[in-house]
């Protein structure tokens, strides 16, 4: 197994030289052409003398940005991919927890910048990704020493080491950086290289954006397997028809999308218009994907190989269900068995392991895990558990939050969520991050988040001065993506509360109350707060 993922590019780059690696609507790169554009962004990174430490990276999703996440892993540091498109109060929370000192951007995202309280140093793509030393002009060749620290730098860099930081939403209004480190990865791509027959003809087809983790499936494995990678351009799935002749020109072979983007095609009909040509392989990940549009693509893809994988953020992917030919049934479908060197552990309300059988909080432990919280010791400490199991020594296990329970063959069945974290457009998403942003909108009194599994929609439950659904977004967009944009506002005379005091979540839950209503007592009870007359 190889101890950093950059040795795939390596691998890659000596037995596939001029074939493409990366591809978007605009502009393809070599594995060779690529190999050497990573390397002189690594020169420059460590020319500023940062070495294993975080790169932040805000560019367009594009083959370039691609590229520069492989050069400063060739840097012996760690990338954070930032969406270019977010809120600048939520990049400016995002780059001051990171503490980065440098950041890589583009010419055409420089003066974002300007945006943010950032004070680090700024390279720009188009100036540090050109050959140079080590490129062709110096006559290199794959695999020679270029004496340009790099392979100094990456001699210090071990499999335990990071690779990336994600941020995801956090409970408390300050999204949450997820660790992840090379190990998590390369234990990832030797699971599926033994799991799936991809050989180097296979095209990836890339949907999710870089700053969420299922893009690091199409990433690596177009190393891992010499494979192509091809970023789809985001419009094509507003326009499904133009999704799948996109597909079709490009000879997409595989794809791990989040089931929302394949329930477009499937609410739509979209294959009766026109269907994918070349597609074998068709993984989701990120959400619950309804049986209806599993049925929809099998009925047009008899022949493809299904497969469901799980693992939030810091895990990357933990679990697989591999569709037999010809399943059928009405049940949702599972989340299915841990992959290589990783374990399942089910614990119960009491926090100790769970009987044979019984539900209860799905934990994992072994080379999937990250490393933790970046700069959040105490949020790690609270997810990333001693292992009640084994008492003996040392050994980590992570709380995903996930109910779960094993069926007669093994295979894990999700349930629902242990708190108020929701899968949303295949984004884990924290209710009271929201909150803690909607609260800051002149006029809200108090407010509390719900999610209607059903219609797949957040609403935002408020009291205080009713405003226009115009303003709340307007006011929200300061702060939030638009992922995380509730889809529904509801004004409430007075919000609903339990015996301790806090918001009753399940009430609002519950369509029959009125939101004009100021009374949330059941009917001849009196208004919440209120004593009856005479006593």
């Known amino acids: 197994m190889a101890r950093r993922v950059i040795e795939y590019l390596d691998a890659a780059a000596r037995k596939y030289p001029e074939k493409t690696a990366f591809a978007d609507a605009e502009k393809e790169i070599s594995f060779s052409a690529l190999r050497k554009t990573a390397r002189s962004i690594g020169k420059s990174i460590l020319s500023q003398g940062i070495c294993r430490g975080p790169v932040a990276v805000l560019m367009e999703k594009n083959v370039d940005c691609a590229a520069a996440f492989l050069g400063v892993a060739y840097s012996g540091s760690f990338y954070c991919p930032l969406d270019c498109r977010m809120p600048a109060g939520r990049l400016n929370t995002i780059l001051s927890v990171l503490e980065a000192k440098l950041l890589i951007t583009s010419r055409s995202l420089k003066e974002r910048l300007g945006e943010t309280s950032f004070s680090g140093t700024v390279l720009v793509y188009e100036e540090i990704s050109q050959w140079g030393e080590v490129g062709e002009e110096a006559g290199e060749e794959v695999g020679d020493e270029v004496g340009d620290g790099l392979e100094r730098a990456l001699s210090l860099v071990t499999e335990q080491d990071p690779l990336y930081v994600l941020f995801t939403s956090g409970s408390t209004g300050v999204p949450k950086g997820v660790l992840v480190g090379e190990r998590v990865v390369t234990n990832y791509l030797e699971w599926l290289g033994k799991t799936f027959p991809f050989t180097s003809e296979d095209v990836f087809g890339n949907q999710a954006p870089f700053y969420f983790d299922v893009s690091v499936h199409d990433i690596y494995a177009a190393l891992y397997f010499g494979a192509r990678m091809e970023i789809i351009p985001p419009s094509y799935f507003s326009f499904p028809i133009k999704l799948v002749e996109y597909m079709n020109e490009r000879r997409i072979t595989a794809f791990l999308w989040v089931p929302s983007a394949m329930g477009i095609v499937a609410n739509l009909d979209v294959f009766r218009f026109a269907c994918p040509k070349d597609l074998k392989y068709v993984m989701f990940a990120g959400e619950v994907l309804p049986r209806k549009h599993l049925e929809y693509w099998r009925r047009y893809l008899p022949g493809a190989v299904y497969a469901n994988l799980y693992g939030p953020t810091e895990t990357f992917v933990c679990t697989a269900y591999v569709l037999e030919a010809g399943e059928a049934g009405e049940e949702p479908l599972p989340i299915g068995k841990p992959i ?108 509390a988040c719900i999610y209607d599994g059903q219609k797949k929609q957040i609403i935002l439950c408020y009291d205080g001065k009713e405003l226009g659904k115009r303003e709340l977004e307007e006011q929200l967009s300061k702060k939030l993506p638009p992922y995380m944009m509730p889809g529904k506002f509801r004004f409430y005379p007075g919000l609903p509360h339990n015996a301790n005091g806090k918001i009753d979540r399940k009430k609002l839950s519950q369509e029959k109350f009125d939101p004009k209503k100021p009374s949330w007592k059941e009917p001849g009870q009196e208004k919440l707060g209120q004593k009856k007359s005479g006593s």
């Open 340 to 447: 290589d060197n990783a374990q399942a552990v089910i614990l119960g309300e009491d926090g100790l392991l769970a009987k044979e059988g019984e539900e209860g909080e799905l934990c994992l432990r072994g080379s999937c895990l990250a490393i933790g919280y970046y700069g959040d010791p105490e949020r790690t400490k609270a997810s990333f558990i001693q292992n009640p199991g084994c008492t003996a020594y040392p050994e980590r296990i992570y709380r995903t939050g996930d109910l779960v329970r094993r069926d007669k063959d093994g295979n894990l069945i999700y349930l629902s969520r242990r708190d108020y974290q929701i899968k949303h457009m295949g984004y884990r998403i924290e209710l009271g991050e929201i909150e803690a942003a909607a609260a800051g909108i002149e006029g809200i009194n108090d407010c």
